[in-house]
C-alpha cells in the first residue's frame, strides 16, 4: 500500500513537473548548450562548439557589456534602495488606524495594476521635452526645461524614478504585512520604559522586521535586475542612442534579434544568470547572520536592543521563567532573564 501511495503521489505531481521541465529546465539548458556553440543567423542552423569563447568576447567587451552590467547594478540598487525606505515609511505611516486609511491603501495599488509598458508610454509623454506636462510645470514655477528621458546622462536616473514610482507600493504592501504580523508587547513595553519614537523603531521594530524586509527586498532586487519592458518602450533599442539605459537584458535582447547573435547572447544571459543568483546569496545570508547573534544578548550595543534580544529569548513574556542574561548591560527589571 505504501509503494502504491508513492506512485500515485508522483503520478499527480507528474503535470507539475513535466510543465516545470518545459518552461524552465529546457530553455535553462538550451541556452547553456548554445554559449559554447558558435550560432549565428539562425537557432536552428547547424553550430560548432566553440568553448568558452562567447564568455571571453563578452567579458572581453569593454564597449557594451561592461557598461550594461555597471547601469544593471546602479539601476538595481538604486532603485531598490530608494523604494525601500520609502515603501517602509509608508508601511509605518499605514500601520496606525486613521480616517481613509483604505483608501489610502487601494490608492497605492494603482501603479502595481497598470501594465510596465503602458507606464512607460505615460511618463514617456508626461516627460516629453517639447509637450511634456514635467516641463511645463518647470517653466511655471520658473525652473529650466529638462530632457530627462531624452538626455544621455539623465537617462538612467529618470528611469529609476519611474521604478520608484511604480513598485514603491509593492514594498509598503509587502512591509506592512510584515509590521501587521509582529507582536506589540515588546513596543508597548518600550514605550512604558520610556523609550521615544526612533528608538521604539530603530531598536524594536526594524530588529523584528528584518526577516520580512530582506524578503521583499530580494523579490524587489531580482525583479528589478530583469527590468526589460520600462527601458525597451521608452529608450526603444539599445537602451538609446548611445546605449545611455542599456542594461543586461537590453542588450541580449539586441544581439538575439537585431544580430542574430545567439551564441554570444546566450553567453550574456548565463554571465546575467550567475549576477542574479549572487544576489540572491548575498542577500540571504544577512538574516542567517542576524538570528545566528540574537541569542543571549551578546551582542548588544545599547539597552534598548539587549531587552529586546532578552524578551525575544524569553518568548515576549516579562515575567516567564528564563536563565539569567549573560549580557553586561542592563536590562529592564521587569526581563525575567535578569532575575
Known amino acids: 500500500m505504501t509503494g502504491a501511495r508513492r506512485r500515485l503521489r508522483w503520478l499527480m505531481l507528474a503535470p507539475a513537473l513535466a510543465f516545470v521541465g518545459l518552461m524552465i529546465v529546457f530553455p535553462l539548458v538550451f541556452t547553456v548548450y548554445l554559449s559554447f556553440t558558435d550560432a549565428f543567423g539562425a537557432v536552428n542552423a547547424d553550430a560548432g562548439f566553440a568553448g568558452l569563447r562567447n564568455y571571453a568576447d563578452a567579458l572581453g567587451d569593454g564597449r557594451r557589456f561592461w557598461p550594461?552590467?555597471?547601469?544593471?547594478?546602479?539601476?538595481?540598487?538604486?532603485?531598490?534602495?530608494?523604494?525601500?525606505?520609502?515603501?517602509?515609511?509608508?508601511?509605518?505611516?499605514?500601520?496606525?488606524?486613521?480616517?481613509?486609511?483604505?483608501w489610502v491603501r487601494t490608492v497605492l495599488i494603482v501603479p502595481l495594476l497598470t501594465a510596465p509598458v503602458a507606464i512607460g508610454?505615460?511618463?514617456?509623454?508626461i516627460l516629453d521635452p517639447t509637450n511634456g506636462v514635467a516641463n511645463h510645470l518647470l517653466t511655471a514655477i520658473g525652473l529650466p526645461?529638462?530632457?530627462?528621458?531624452?538626455?544621455?546622462?539623465?537617462?538612467?536616473p529618470t528611469l529609476m524614478a519611474i521604478d520608484v514610482w511604480q513598485w514603491t507600493p509593492m514594498m509598503a504592501i509587502l512591509l506592512l504585512a510584515g509590521l501587521s504580523t509582529l507582536p506589540t508587547e515588546p513596543e508597548e513595553a518600550a514605550l512604558v520604559d520610556g523609550a521615544s519614537a526612533?528608538?521604539?523603531?530603530?531598536?524594536?521594530?526594524?530588529?523584528?522586521?528584518?526577516p520580512a524586509l530582506?524578503?521583499?527586498?530580494?523579490?524587489?532586487?531580482?525583479?528589478?535586475?530583469?527590468?526589460?519592458d520600462l527601458i525597451y518602450a521608452t529608450k526603444g533599442a539599445g537602451g538609446g542612442s548611445a546605449f545611455e539605459a542599456e542594461t543586461l537584458n537590453v542588450l541580449a535582447y539586441g544581439l538575439t534579434f537585431d544580430y542574430q547573435e545567439y551564441a554570444l547572447a546566450s553567453a550574456v544571459l548565463v554571465l546575467f544568470t550567475v549576477v542574479i543568483v549572487g544576489v540572491v546569496l548575498v542577500v540571504r545570508r544577512r538574516p542567517g547572520r542576524e538570528a545566528a547573534r540574537s541569542p543571549g544578548c551578546v551582542v548588544a550595543r545599547s539597552r534598548w536592543r539587549c531587552w529586546f534580544w532578552c524578551c525575544r529569548w524569553c518568548g515576549w513574556w516579562p515575567r516567564r521563567s528564563r536563565p539569567t542574561c549573560r549580557s553586561p548591560i542592563p536590562v529592564p527589571g521587569w526581563c525575567s532573564r535578569r532575575r
Do not use: C, I, N, Y
Not at 75 to 99: C, I, N, P, Y
Not at 121 to 125: D, E, F, K, M, R
Open 68 to 102: 550594461a552590467l555597471w547601469r544593471t547594478v546602479v539601476f538595481t540598487v538604486g532603485a531598490v534602495a530608494v523604494e525601500s525606505v520609502l515603501g517602509l515609511a509608508l508601511a509605518m505611516l499605514l500601520r496606525k488606524a486613521f480616517r481613509g486609511v483604505r
Open 121 to 125: 508610454v505615460l511618463w514617456l509623454l
Open 145 to 156: 526645461r529638462q530632457a530627462f528621458l531624452g538626455s544621455v546622462s539623465g537617462s538612467l
Open 198 to 210: 526612533w528608538q521604539r523603531f530603530r531598536h524594536v521594530v526594524l530588529p523584528m522586521l528584518l
Open 214 to 228: 530582506a524578503a521583499a527586498v530580494l523579490l524587489r532586487a531580482v525583479d528589478a535586475l530583469k527590468t526589460f
